[in-house]
């Protein structure tokens, strides 16, 4: 047992995986202890384990095996993670436990697959156990059908999924192995218990004996309803109530809840749907038209046979339908009509809901065929028609019906009227609104007065059951008219009626009026909501409705289930039922005058038509005071007011007395019961008084009291009717006035527009003014609640009156219509204010009922359908136009228009587009002509509709959206979402489709209340979308979650992820977390009337006020509003279905959005954000071969805060035109937006790296004219493309480079050309480089030519990453297949060979013989004419050189202003000669640290700044130096240090010599930023400089010499300035390559070492700054490549001897310390070096004795040194030198004074006739000066303004200008050393010495540190690099000041303050004494 030992240490997770069957026994003991312990099922412990299951219950070992599966178990039970095993563990259990012989492991395995079901993982273990079922294994299927059984009898079937299980009973019942087929039994038997004889169809055709059996089983099963016994983890409450059932024991109460737990099961669910249609006879058509009826017969009962099939393959069913329809309506065989019926019902029974569309064509001929008296033809027709109902619903085939009602034949209306009885009794109050009942019942109404008794009974039994399902309260309105013996019909008629939704209720009053709702689809029927609903009932009491929605929760508060009903102004009396005399009937005057008599006092009776208007007057005060103490109850109002207009009555003469009588009628009218019998009584003599105008106001308090008792609706048209009938002018305008102020107290529910209509129009005709101006009134008013519609109605006035009416309208536009005061006290416990509301909603549609509609069916043709029909695509376009024509002259249209639906909709797939544009706005024209009828059309059009949103061309979708908006605004959006149409539509993969189709659903589902459940079939394919690989698709999707869900709720839309892959269904709940958050809430339900705004947010197209409203009254209305989502509630919500439209506005709305701001808007910092982001990897590189969709949408982000949303729409659109549209906005705003374009560049130019990867030409020329104009634009700017912008661009521009056509490829060259003006071109080389590499042979070709181009223009310099490399890779393509990449490439290394000689065969390496010898071949032709190459090159690409006149006179400031017109001349003068060297582009790589380090920075300095030089010519005081800014100019001179940097760099890359020169001497002329240069740097530098100096074609210029002059300066610059190491270094390395290259002039050889001399006169001054290991290394170098020998047979001794005085000249000024320098040398010992150096050593050792001390005597002694060795001209010429230089001009000066005294007859005059006369005047003067001092006098003279390097000989005017330092930018504090700096310069003017500093410390020390900057810019960066280097040198160093701190700038101007004298010295000095002791 020894190995025992070892396995027992292991870890558990480890022995489970061990291959010891006793380690992993032990390993599962140990795990399932260890898996019970855990508390906490998150911990991470469950992770190790999650790949370790699977291996649990497969384990191979039996005993370890079971100890495997309890561990499984327990992991299930207990682990967070465990779901993510399902799969494996379920499908492991089935295949390796199931066929177990051991039960103990086969009921573990069941107990892990119902733990799985019970963490929520049904679906998975079903589908692994359905696929048990397939197993070979019996005893496997015989576990999995168990398996299936148990969690089926515990979870339920709302849990375990029975479809699936049902399909495969069939296959199980024929086993051949008995025990699978007695499972299948048992496994039946449960099923039977859950869905009961929805399980009989499926299993019809098993075997007959198995059938009985199962029969026999099924009768025992009880009859209870099942209950589910075990809960999922989300399921814990229901598992609490169980179990607390369970305790009380039993169900007592907790019945109807649970009802809810079993899903009712339909059958038809249960059944494969069979596809008929192609199994149709072939001749079935011909056979149908046959002439013979037996043909037909024959045709018509294949189809019987087909739609048999319980449920059909839904598909396009039109032609079936028609053929049928026909059979039915014309066949006169009356058996053929019956067959046809049966074959309609069963294709609508097969095909349910799918059936609808077809509905409203069958409809009208069932019913009117129902003429036949044949029982059997009648039978037909009616299952027919009843099939039909249920795949539609009653509103959309109301029309058809209401139209057959009229009929004159007795049966068609007895039948009519039994088929709606039978259709109400599928109806719920919530789908029989008050708006459907209207209208049937008054149809009904005429058939219960019918003559025929039989139409008659059935009017009473169709009314009866009206009654019953939509309850008294609604019903009873309509009744008002109905004599008592008819209404007691009816109300027996109720009591017997058996509705679909639940058992015949007992008639108990309290039911009538809350009717039982189930909420229960029409299909199907069952107990279940029985219970639910009288719960229901019970709660809400009498008086209230019962719950109007699915649940049974408690109902809304009285709300009425048509809270949103449509159409019909009816409901007139909303009292309802509890106020019973809503019709008194008529008392005779002897019973008025003892009901009155009973409650007045005798007197008043008497006295009432008494001739003494007193008496009168005294009898209304004691009426007055009797009514006013009088009980509603008692009062008896008719008898009362019939006393009143007993004679006189309204004829009183005495105005007291009338005003009194009128105001009792308004008390009783307010007191009392009033009814409109009473009001009858009265309104006449009211009306007849309202004009009076003393008792004129009295009337109308009269008749509003009445309105307020009686309805506004009726008093109103009472009135109003009345008033016309009489003459009176003044009536008729007061009552118009009256109306109007009536209107706006008590709302305009219910009011009667076309009766008020034709009055209004006799008003605005009358003579009198005052009744026209008061008719105007009115409409104003109405206009306030019915909108633009009203217009419509006086079109035909005449102009004026028109526009009268228009002013009106125009007032009140914008105004809201005020909330209802009256007219909803006194019934509002009942409920009156929800009448209001409904009939509010009303309004609108109320109006469109009104206008006169055309019939057009007659002018649809069957001519003009086959025209419209027919193969020739111009007949069918003259027929749309037909159609186009007939609706405009119509106007409004009847919904009859015959066959021209199914017409149109065979054009919406026409093959001709403009046809089908046109067919789509001719369905929009229908929409608006048909208004809300057209609602029947839906069903058969909006499919294909909305399919056509699918096609490819934008302005097809557009119109096609257009289209589906136009319909929907007039039938509501629910009649869109039903069925399941549109969920396949959704699931085919087109993007276009998809993306529409989710944009319109994302923009209407959020103003919807409720959609009808079928919306839940799209989330599928919603969740498709949501990883479609169209990235438009993606975000269409992603918008419209939120609304999915906020109707579906979380949870439906969580479980439906269950079927996903889980990589998709994690992503998709991520996003549906998201999605979570930002749900909106549901739209309040429709505000009170108050809320109603019509005036200013009126339709533009009438269409209903309810139009999204009215689809609440589906069945899925909510119950209550949550008051979560109630949020948006109130007024604001505005959900309406006209100005709600967008509650969430979205983009694709095609409104006009303004398009008026900037397109760019500027981020502060965005661009560096970005970069931050991108470099930091929190967004994608922008690096693909193509681009993929996360790019884009990441662009699309980033873009959405900094582009104009309407321009980032047409840039990210799908079709290119949109692309186009956003190019040419583009290059419009390109100049007025230039700093919103910078500030977005890098996201401009990768959308136009994505332009191309398009396709399209169009796009892609247009991207490149915008990219040109883009460059220019930057050039000018002086802007510097970031490496972020670059990287990002540049590589796919060149991809373009390879494009087969011309003009596109010179293009992209233009582009790479101009690009180098803002992109170093070094840089360029590396991306053109990698170009090279494509597999595109012309793309190749093509950057090997812009290759030489740039050496061409820039100079060998460019070449990366060495000029070697680039050269190797370039020859490579000597030998490429392709010819034009062959030539391209020798082309290109022919122009290196022009530029750089023989060297270029040293670059290239080794070549194979071949490319060589054509190599050689091309050099030799291009070589006969080798200087054609620059002047071609000049004249070939003049945009390389860059003109910046422009902007250097337009950034220039101050006092530079006048100097900039010689600027720009010289600057024009720009020669385009061979430049190459003068402009080494390397400046630009090494400053890169400056340049990239704020992308952004922007080159705002002049081109080279001028001081006015008058100034110097003035006589300068020197002020007492305060401490202040060093000069006036400062500030505006050096805004921006970095940026003037960038500035000069980039003047050095510049095509014109003299803009190179300065911009570099002013780079040299800042000693610390000329320190930077580095050795690589200089070495080119120098290299260029001298090319240019012996390059003879310098002197063919106007300006030759000038040029020479500048370059000599410059050089000497650059000697004196630089770093000493790296200049030096650099010197020997080009020493020793010019020596090495045979093409190397022995000009250039020479004056390197002029160079070098020069060093080695300087090297006693820089000795100590000087790294002199480095310079021992580089001359040991060359002393290898160059030994003694060799150097000595060199043509010239120079080289041997510049060596030698160099070696020398060190060891004189280090002693023997110099051999301690070599240290860098690797093996000294062999090195010639050392033993020249101690050879040297010796001999000066030899001379001296001791080191003569030569270092830095200056002055007398130096100047009689130097006298004694070389030619006074000599010594002059250096002295001169000194003077032109900055720094030495006051030592030059000294030692000119020295030198005159010393030599009094030496001439200086041809050294001084050679300078300008500033510069004579200034050396006179400086020598004067000296001479005052040095006699210590105590005045100075003249002024001393220096000037730089004034050298007079060579200086061009423009070359003395100053650059800025990097000095106090952006108001830094200024350090102390810009002090001494200034102190310095007094201090020379003063004639003190500078050069006695040996005892100043450091000056790193002395920079008192600066505030913080203001800008953290590159100029800090800069700032630090400086003084590190600068520590690094002051080691040795006894600097001049530095520079760093000192603005050159400040040198040459004057200070400030005048009141200065020359006494002041003296105080100067001490300060300086005080500056240095506090230093010590």
Same mark, same amino acid.
């Given at each position: ?42 911990? *991470? ?92 294994? *019996? ?86 309803? /099942? ?152 039978? !037909? ?14 509103? %959309? ?468 359908? @086959? ?38 909709? #065979? ?44 096609? $490819?061309? %934008? %302005? ?126 549901? /739209?309040? /339900?429709?505000?009170?009337? @108050? ?55 979205? /983009? ?83 100049? $007025? ?79 790479? %050309? ?112 080798? @200087? ?31 100097? #900039? ?11 385009? #000669? ?71 760099? #980039? ?70 300035? $630089? ?128 080191? !003569? ?50 030599? @009094? ?176």
């Amino acid at each position: 047992m020894g190995d025992d030992s070892e396995w027992m240490k292991l870890p558990i997770d480890q022995k489970c995986e061990h291959k010891l069957w006793k380690a992993r026994l032990n390993g599962y003991e140990e795990a399932l202890k260890l898996f019970q312990k855990i508390d906490d099922e998150k911990s *991470p412990e469950w992770s190790k384990y999650l790949g370790l299951i699977k291996k649990f219950v497969t384990d191979s070992n039996a005993v370890a095996q079971l100890k495997g599966l309890e561990a499984a178990l327990a992991y299930v039970e207990n682990a967070h993670v465990a779901g993510k095993t399902t799969g494996e563990v379920a499908s492991g259990v089935v295949n390796k436990v199931f066929n177990q012989p051991k039960a103990r492991a086969k009921e573990l395995g069941l107990d892990i697959c119902l733990m799985y079901i019970e963490i929520e993982k049904g679906e998975a273990v079903q589908e692994e156990l359905l696929k048990g079922l397939d197993n070979k294994n *019996p005893k496997i299927i015989v576990a999995c059908i168990e398996t299936l059984r148990k969690a089926l009898s515990e979870f339920g079937s709302k849990i375990i999924s029975l479809k699936p299980i049902i399909k495969v009973l069939p296959k199980l019942f024929e086993s051949r192995e008995k025990a699978v087929r007695d499972e299948a039994k048992l496994l039946a038997v449960e099923i039977y218990r859950w869905i009961r004889d929805a399980l009989r169809p499926p299993l019809q055709n098993i075997n007959s004996v198995q059938l009985k059996e199962l029969e026999e089983e099924w009768v025992k099963v009880s009859s209870a309803a /099942p209950k589910q016994t075990r809960f999922l983890r989300s399921q814990q409450e229901l598992k609490a109530k169980f179990e607390q059932q369970q305790a009380v024991g039993g169900d007592a109460d907790g019945g109807d809840d649970e009802e809810e737990a079993v899903p009712q099961v339909d059958a038809y669910e249960l059944l494969e749907a069979v596809e008929i249609l192609s199994k149709l006879p072939k001749d079935f058509y011909e056979k149908i038209e046959a002439k013979k009826w037996q043909e037909r017969k024959e045709a018509l009962e294949a189809v019987e046979l087909l739609v048999k099939n319980p449920k059909l393959e839904s598909g396009d069913y039109a032609d079936l339908v028609k053929v049928l329809k026909k059979v039915v309506g014309k066949d006169t065989n009356v058996m053929l009509v019956a067959l046809a019926a049966k074959c309609l019902a069963g294709l609508a029974t097969g095909l349910r809901k799918k059936f609808g569309q077809y509905a409203g064509h069958v409809v009208p001929t069932i019913l009117e065929k129902f003429k036949e008296k044949k029982p059997q033809v009648v039978q !037909a027709l009616q299952e027919a028609i009843d099939a039909i109902f249920l795949t539609t619903t009653l509103q %959309n085939i109301s029309e058809d019906v209401l139209a057959v009602m009229d009929n004159k034949n007795p049966t068609i209306k007895q039948q009519t009227s039994l088929f709606i009885a039978r259709s109400f009794r599928h109806c719920t109050p919530s789908t029989l609104p008050k708006s459907l009942l209207k209208p049937f019942c008054a149809a009904l109404l005429k058939h219960i007065n019918d003559s025929a008794p039989e139409v008659r009974d059935a009017g009473f039994e169709a009314l009866g059951t009206a009654l019953k399902v939509a309850g008294e309260k609604a019903v009873n309105p309509f009744l008002a008219d109905v004599d008592k013996l008819k209404l007691d019909r009816i109300k027996e008629c109720a009591e017997k009626v058996e509705l679909v939704y639940g058992k015949k209720t007992g008639g108990a009053a309290e039911k009538k009026e809350g009717k039982p709702i189930t909420g229960k689809t029409p299909a199907l029927s069952g107990t279940g909501g029985d219970k639910e609903a009288k719960d229901a009932a019970t709660k809400s009491g009498p008086l209230k409705k019962a719950p109007t929605a699915k649940s049974g929760g408690p109902p809304k508060k009285g709300k009425p289930a048509a809270a949103a009903g449509m159409g019909g102004a009816g409901a007139k009396g909303k009292k309802g039922p509890e106020t019973k005399e809503i019709f008194e009937s008529e008392l005779s005057i002897e019973v008025c005058e003892e009901k009155a008599a009973a409650v007045l006092p005798a007197s008043c009776i008497q006295q009432l038509d008494s001739g003494n208007w007193k008496e009168r007057l005294a009898c209304m005060e004691e009426f007055q005071k009797a009514v006013e103490l009088m009980e509603r109850s008692e009062m008896p109002c008719q008898a009362l007011v019939r006393m009143l207009a007993k004679k006189p009555g309204w004829k009183e003469t005495n105005f007291q007395v009338m005003q009194m009588k009128l105001h009792i009628v308004a008390l009783i009218a307010q007191k009392g019961n009033f009814s409109k019998t009473s009001a009858q009584v009265v309104l006449d003599g009211l009306v007849d008084k309202v004009g009076d105008v003393k008792c004129g106001s009295n009337a109308k308090e009269a008749m509003t009291a009445i309105a307020e008792a009686c309805q506004l609706p009726w008093t109103a048209e009472q009135v109003v009717a009345m008033a016309f009938s009489q003459k009176n002018p003044k009536n008729q305008s007061e009552t118009l006035n009256w109306l109007s102020n009536a209107i706006k107290e008590f709302g305009f529910s219910g009011l009667n527009v076309k009766a008020f209509i034709s009055n209004v129009k006799t008003a605005l005709a009358a003579t009198n003014p005052a009744v026209r101006t008061s008719a105007i009134t009115l409409l104003g008013v109405m206009y306030l609640y019915v909108g633009p519609p009203l217009r419509m109605f006086f079109e035909d006035e005449k102009p004026a009156l028109l526009s009268q009416i228009d002013a009106e309208f125009e007032k009140m536009q914008g105004q809201t219509a005020p909330a209802p005061t009256r007219g909803i006290s006194r019934h509002s416990a009942g409920g009156g204010d929800d009448g209001e509301e409904e009939e509010q909603e009303d309004v609108g549609n109320d109006v469109v009922d009104l206008l006169p509609r055309t019939d057009i069916g007659d002018k649809i043709t069957a001519e003009l359908v @086959s025209k419209i029909g027919d193969k020739n695509w111009k007949i069918r376009k003259e027929g749309l136009d037909e159609v186009t024509s007939i609706i405009n002259d119509a106007k409004f249209i009847q919904p009859n228009i015959g066959e021209l639906p199914a017409a149109l909709k #065979s054009r919406l797939n026409d093959s001709n587009k403009i046809l089908v544009q046109q067919t789509l706005s001719i369905l929009q024209q229908l929409a608006t002509a048909m208004g809300p009828n057209i609602k029947q059309h839906v069903k058969s059009l909006r499919i294909p509709v909305i399919t056509v949103l699918g096609d $490819s061309k %934008n %302005n097809v979708r557009a119109a096609a959206l257009a289209t589906v908006n136009a319909w929907a605004e007039q039938t509501g959006m629910k009649e869109w979402l039903e069925g399941e149409d549109l969920s396949e539509e959704l699931k085919k993969e087109n993007p276009f489709l998809r993306q529409e189709l989710l944009g319109w659903l994302a923009e209407k589902l959020p103003t919807l209340r409720s959609v009808p459940s079928d919306l839940l079939l799209c989330v599928p394919h919603l969740y498709s979308c949501l990883e479609d690989r169209n990235g438009d698709v993606r975000k269409k999707a992603q918008d419209a979650l939120p609304f999915f869900m906020m109707h579906l709720g979380f949870e439906k839309m969580a479980k439906a992820t269950s079927k996903l892959k889980p990589t998709s269904k994690d992503q998709v709940l991520a996003m549906l977390e998201k999605a979570k958050a930002n749900m909106p809430a549901k /739209p309040a /339900p429709p505000a009170k009337a @108050s809320s109603r705004v019509v005036g200013g947010a009126a339709p533009a197209k009438f269409q209903p006020a309810s139009a999204l409203a009215e689809d609440s009254g589906s069945n899925t209305m909510e119950s209550k509003p949550d008051p979560k989502k109630a949020k948006v509630g109130g007024p604001s919500s505005k959900a309406k279905g006209v100005q709600g439209k967008k509650v969430l506005s979205k /983009p694709n709305l095609k409104e006009d959005d303004d398009k008026s701001g900037p397109i760019f808007i500027i981020v502060p910092n965005g661009k560096e954000q970005r970069m931050k982001d991108e470099k930091g990897l929190k967004v994608l590189k922008w690096n693909f071969t193509t681009p993929r969709d996360e790019y884009i949408e990441q662009l699309k982000t980033q873009m959405s805060s900094c582009v104009a949303k309407w321009l980032q729409d047409e840039m990210f659109h799908a079709d290119f035109q949109h692309h186009n549209k956003a190019l040419a906005v583009m290059i419009e705003h390109l100049e $007025s937006e230039k700093d919103g374009v910078i500030s977005c560049l890098d996201l401009i130019l990768k959308w136009l790296t994505l332009r191309f990867f398009d396709t399209n030409t169009s796009v892609l020329m247009k991207a490149l004219e915008y990219l040109k104009l883009l460059f220019n634009l930057l050039s000018q700017e002086e802007y510097h493309l970031t490496e972020n912008e670059a990287s990002s661009f540049i590589p796919y521009l060149i991809l373009k480079v390879g494009e087969p056509k011309d003009v596109i490829r010179k293009d992209v060259r233009a582009i790479l %050309n101009r690009m180098c003006l803002i992109y170093p071109a070094s840089k360029m080389f590396t991306f053109i480089m990698e170009g090279t590499k494509s597999k595109n042979s012309k793309q190749r070709a093509e950057c090997l030519e812009e290759l030489g181009c740039l050496v061409e223009s820039y100079g060998m310099n460019v070449c990366q990453p060495t000029p070697g490399k680039a050269l190797k890779e370039m020859a490579t393509h000597i030998g490429d297949r392709d010819n034009t990449v062959r030539n391209a490439a020798l082309n290109t290394i022919v122009t290196v060979y022009n530029v750089h000689g023989d060297q270029v065969f040293k670059l290239i390496g080794n070549l194979s013989e071949k490319d060589m010898s054509m190599l050689e071949e091309r050099i030799k032709r291009s070589a006969k004419r080798p @200087s054609a190459a620059p002047v071609r090159q000049a004249e070939e690409k003049p945009q390389r050189t860059q003109n910046i006149s422009a902007n250097a006179s337009m950034l220039r400031k101050g006092p530079a202003e006048d100097m #900039s017109s010689k600027l720009n001349q010289n600057r024009n003068m720009s020669s385009h #000669s061979e430049t190459a060297h003068t402009v080494p582009r390397e400046f630009q790589l090494d400053l890169d640290e400056i340049e990239n380090d704020n992308g952004t920075v922007r080159c705002e300095m002049p081109a080279l700044v001028q001081h006015k030089l008058d100034d110097i010519f003035e006589p300068v005081l020197i002020p007492e130096p305060k401490i202040r800014a060093v000069s006036p100019h400062f500030d505006d001179m050096h805004s921006n240090t970095a940026s003037t940097i960038n500035f000069v760099i #980039s003047q050095v890359a510049s095509g014109d010599i003299n803009t190179s020169i300065q911009a570099l001497a002013q780079l040299f002329q800042i000693e610390s930023l000329a320190r930077e240069a580095s050795t690589g740097v200089l070495k080119d530098l120098m290299h260029g400089l001298i090319t240019l100096m012996l390059d003879s074609r310098v002197e063919d210029l106007e300006e030759g010499e000038q040029v020479i002059r500048s370059v000599n300066l410059l050089v000497v610059k650059v000697l004196e300035k $630089s770093d000493q190491t790296n200049i030096l270094s650099a010197l020997l390395v080009l020493l020793q390559d010019s020596l090495l290259a045979t093409a190397s002039s022995p000009k250039f050889s020479e004056l390197v070492m002029k160079c070098l001399w020069r060093m080695v006169r300087l090297l006693p001054e820089t000795i100590n700054s000087i790294n002199l290991d480095r310079i021992l290394l580089d001359i040991h170098i060359f002393m290898k490549v160059f030994p003694k020998e060799k150097l000595k047979q060199c043509k010239s001794e120079f080289p041997i001897r510049t060596l030698k005085t160099l070696l020398h000249t060190l060891c004189k000024l280090k002693g023997p310390k110099i051999l301690d320098h070599l240290t860098m040398i690797d093996n000294k010992n062999e090195s010639e070096l050392e033993a020249h150096l101690c050879r040297v050593m010796k001999h000066s050792m030899d001379q001296t004795g001791s080191k !003569a001390d030569k270092d830095t005597e200056k002055g007398a002694s130096r100047i009689e040194e130097k006298a004694s060795k070389a030619k006074v001209n000599d010594i002059l010429a250096e002295i001169f030198k000194k003077i032109g230089s900055k720094e030495n001009t006051k030592e030059g000066l000294a030692e000119l004074y020295e030198y005159k005294k010393k030599y @009094s007859d030496a001439d200086i005059e041809p050294f001084l006739k050679n300078s300008s006369q500033f510069f004579q005047s200034y050396v006179e003067r400086g020598l004067r000066l000296i001479e005052t001092e040095r006699e210590g006098k105590g005045r100075i003279a003249g002024s001393t303004g220096i000037s730089p390097q004034m050298e007079g000989t060579c200086v061009p005017a423009s070359t003395h200008t100053v650059s800025s330092s990097i000095g106090n930018t952006n108001g830094e504090e200024v350090g102390p050393s810009v002090y001494l700096e200034r102190l310095k310069i007094l201090r020379q003017r003063c004639g003190l010495d500078n050069a006695k500093q040996e005892d100043r410390p450091p000056l790193t020390s002395l920079l008192s540190k600066p505030a913080v900057p203001t800008v953290a810019s590159s100029t800090d960066m800069l700032h630090s690099k400086l003084s590190q280097l600068r520590e690094s040198r002051e080691q040795y160093q006894h600097l001049d000041l530095d520079s760093n701190q000192t603005h050159s700038s400040g040198i040459g101007t004057t200070l400030a303050s005048p009141s200065s004298a020359a006494a002041n010295i003296d105080d100067l000095k001490k300060r300086l004494e005080r500056i240095k002791s506090s230093r010590k």
